[in-house]
């Protein structure tokens, strides 16, 4: 199955997350299909928290493609900040 999960990266206690298509058997920063996106959750001044591929997403949700419930939950929160 594939899923659309997070690959943490960044520095210690600095994190930074890839949004990425992945194969489900895949380990957490191993190999994976498609970056789609990142999330920064200490974005701070201009930096931006969220960013999202809206059309690779949508692509890959129509092809089967699981999100986690973590991306989930920001792909709902993209869509509301874009409406």
């Known amino acids: 199955m594939v899923t659309i999960r997070l690959s943490r990266g960044g520095s210690k206690k600095r994190p930074f997350y890839h ?3 992945k194969d489900s058997r895949s380990r957490r920063d191993g190999r994976y299909i498609e970056r789609v996106g990142y999330f920064n959750p200490l ?25 986690s419930d973590r991306v989930a939950s920001l792909l709902k929160k993209h869509q509301k900040e874009n409406a």
């Open 43 to 67: 974005a701070k001044g201009g930096e931006i928290p969220l960013s999202v591929k809206q059309d690779r997403i949508d692509y890959w949700l129509s092809q089967g493609a699981q999100p």
């Open 19 to 21: 949004m990425l298509v």
